[in-house]
């Protein structure tokens, strides 16, 4: 058995949604809460049939949502929100390279590697609980230092999941047993899944965010944990990408991180040279990032201290030093624990002012006011106005104030936050917030809320848009017109989301059904509403519509008739040539038109006869230019251009001059003759 097909079984894209499901990761599954509801209301129905479309090869991925948070140095971190079918898919692939990787990595599980350890097939959970795995991490830094490794150096890899090259990660999975057809597809859909929104695709980078890839970057790590060794005494532990080197001398420290730097080099992949500090240790604590050594006295069970606490705030920030954090790990926790302070508050601001990347401990005290200040409103609405660097800064923060900003302020945010909402500019999660809140002060027109829900272009967003409307405020003839319009969206979480809300609140559902989305038809017919899904797709209509640009209903399945698995097999085969390979494009085009002209000759006995395979022998037909002349404006030029091929024939028949590669410029006439060929067939009533 193959690994895709492997991969496509149906019992391991149950596992995957349940290790989806199972992810411990709240902030990733917060972005799709009310999606996972609503896909889990019938996902045996779903998970069958997307099984379906992928064993036909007619599964394409969508392109994703990205989202840019602050870094401690100022720059970027990209945050990845896929589509559910994509998390499925990708989830269902990192559980087939988990299993092929896990014998090869198991042996240094906790030893030397401690980070996205693979829990074992069998298991909803994906990975063993990181706590764990990093509290050993430090015990082994401790173990170390006690033993005498007093030298230590940290080596980490700038943007490592950015900068993962495709042919490396291609080749580290073949290493570990997986055949070309896998490699191939899964980088295929990781080139889809990292391009940004100006869709420029790249030819590396994982996304971040999705639980699967840090066991797809665990394939990666592992040529620095074969290749590490350098014949001295060195110990080597690694926590994802930070690895951190104990040794007794400081010239075999010296030369391991020399190891490590030309192993990187090997992969495509950069160490952040300015984070390689080597150097003696004398306190092993001041090292970790842990709050486990010493305790916390202020963090008491059952309640915390609340004066202790904020004193030991004040010391981890101090005023007389900038109020730099002293202990960022440390810091984070105990702000996690203090409840509404306007004392606390105003020492964040002061942190914020000199570190605007603890955005979300300012955010998360602000929320914890049943009604803010109105000083710590009015900052906070200055911050939001002002802050035009970090959009991730101001989702947080608008986010932090819904219902809780009255009085005078009040007015100053709902005309700041009106004039700000421009959902075709803004970052998804800030258009997301001001979507919320502004409807919370119900200070939207209904075109609006008609514009937003039909034009927003991030799948996310749109979805996301959905259930922060408020629905029982809008009149039923409104709600059912916006919701039929979404359930016929080209999107199935768009869709999904549309049906769940629909069947909900008893909407009516608008005839014809054949236009609605498969996967919101699953949802209706679960909760009801329908009595047949009717979910069957056509991937030769797919195919086209990728092609084209154009979705075309032509009857493809009643045409091609007991033939269509075989046309449909190589139109999915022309979809992916059509990116990459022109010639073989023409060439397997070619191949299609031979299976039209076949279907389409049984179905018009008045074109005559014709044989598989005499694509050559209608070319000229007159009968077939009358009655179909953009079908056979296709097969001439197709097979002309299928003449002039290097994977068809040495030499042009006609001139006798050597025959070349299709240029790429010549597919803009091909997707213009398949999509005219499509639209004749249509009129014709096929």
Not at 46 to 56: S, V
Not at 72 to 78: A, F, T
Not at 408 to 413: C, G, R
Not at 646 to 667: F, I, Q
Request: hydrophobic share 40%; proline share 5%; aromatic share 12%.
């Amino acid at each position: 058995m193959g690994d895709l097909t492997r991969a496509w079984q149906i019992a391991n894209l149950r596992s995957a949604w349940q290790r989806i499901r199972s992810n411990p990761d709240p902030n990733f599954k917060a972005y799709f809460r009310q999606l996972y509801t609503a896909y889990a209301l019938a996902d045996d129905a779903q998970l069958e049939h997307l099984q379906n479309r992928l064993a036909r090869g007619i599964y394409s991925p969508s392109n994703a949502c990205k989202i840019f948070f602050p870094k401690p140095s100022g720059i970027l971190r990209p945050y990845t929100l896929l589509c559910i079918e994509d998390q499925v898919v990708y989830q269902a692939m990192a559980n087939v390279v988990a299993e092929k990787l896990y014998p090869h990595a198991r042996h240094r599980y906790n030893s030397e590697v401690f980070g996205h350890l693979y829990t074992g097939a069998g298991s909803s959970w994906f990975y063993r609980k990181w706590t764990e795995g990093y509290k050993l991490f430090n015990e082994s830094s401790r173990l170390a230092f006690k033993n005498g490794y007093r030298w230590t150096a940290s080596f980490d890899l700038a943007a490592f999941y950015d900068s993962i090259d495709y042919h490396v990660l291609r080749r580290m999975l073949g290493n570990v047993g997986l055949d070309h057809d896998f490699c191939k597809t899964l980088t295929d859909f990781l080139e889809t899944w990292t391009a940004t929104s100006t869709q420029i695709y790249h030819n590396h980078g994982i996304p971040q965010g999705p639980l699967s890839s840090g066991l797809i970057a665990e394939v990666v790590l592992k040529y620095f944990d074969d290749r590490h060794q350098t014949g001295h005494d060195v110990k080597y532990l690694r926590y994802v990408d930070d690895i951190r080197l104990f040794a007794k001398k400081e010239a075999h420290l010296r030369k391991s991180l020399v190891t490590l730097d030309r192993l990187s080099k090997d992969v495509g992949l950069f160490p952040q040279s300015g984070k390689i500090d080597l150097h003696e240790v004398h306190d092993i604590e001041k090292e970790l990032k842990s709050i486990s050594n010493p305790i916390e006295p202020a963090v008491t069970w059952p309640l915390p201290d609340q004066k202790l606490l904020r004193k030991r705030i004040a010391e981890l920030a101090p005023g007389r030093q900038g109020y730099r954090v002293q202990d960022v790990t440390r810091f984070k926790y105990l702000v996690a624990h203090a409840s509404a302070s306007s004392v606390v508050v105003d020492r964040l601001w002061k942190v914020y002012e000199r570190a605007p990347h603890f955005y979300p401990q300012v955010a998360k005290q602000l929320s914890k006011f049943k009604v803010l200040p109105d000083r710590h409103a009015r900052r906070l609405l200055k911050e939001i106005e002002q802050q035009d660097l970090y959009p991730a800064i101001r989702a947080a923060f608008v986010q932090a104030s819904l219902g809780k900003i009255t009085g005078p302020a009040n007015v100053i945010a709902r005309k700041n936050f009106k004039a700000l909402w421009k959902p075709g500019q803004n970052q998804p999660d800030f258009t997301s917030a001001l979507w919320e809140w502004l409807h919370f002060e119900k200070h939207f027109t209904d075109a609006q809320v008609r514009y937003a829900l039909a034009k927003t272009e991030s799948v996310w967003l749109r979805a996301k848009l959905h259930y922060g409307l408020p629905w029982g405020d809008l009149l039923k003839v409104q709600r059912d017109a916006l919701l039929n319009q979404s359930l016929r969206a080209k999107s199935a979480d768009v869709a999904i989301s549309a049906a769940w809300i629909c069947a909900l609140l008893g909407g009516k559902v608008e005839r014809p059904i054949r236009p609605i989305h498969p996967n919101a038809k699953i949802v209706l017919k679960e909760m009801g509403v329908i009595r047949r899904a009717g979910t069957a797709v056509c991937g030769i209509r797919l195919g086209i519509a990728e092609i084209t640009g154009a979705d075309i209903g032509v009857g493809w399945k009643r045409l091609f008739g007991k033939n269509y698995k075989e046309a449909e097999a190589l139109l999915v085969t022309c979809k992916g040539y059509f990116r990459t390979n022109p010639t073989a494009w023409v060439n397997a085009t070619d191949g299609f038109v031979d299976w039209l002209l076949f279907a389409l000759y049984r179905a018009d006995p008045t074109l005559g006869t014709y044989a598989l395979g005499t694509v050559g022998s209608v070319m000229h037909s007159v009968k077939l230019k009358t009655a179909y002349p953009a079908v056979s404006a296709l097969l001439n030029e197709i097979h002309k251009k299928r003449y002039s091929s290097h994977l068809s024939h040495a030499v042009v028949k006609t001139t006798k001059k050597a025959t070349g590669p299709v240029p790429y410029r010549w597919l803009r006439i091909g997707a213009r003759l398949l999509a005219t060929a499509a639209r004749e067939l249509r009129t014709r009533g096929f």
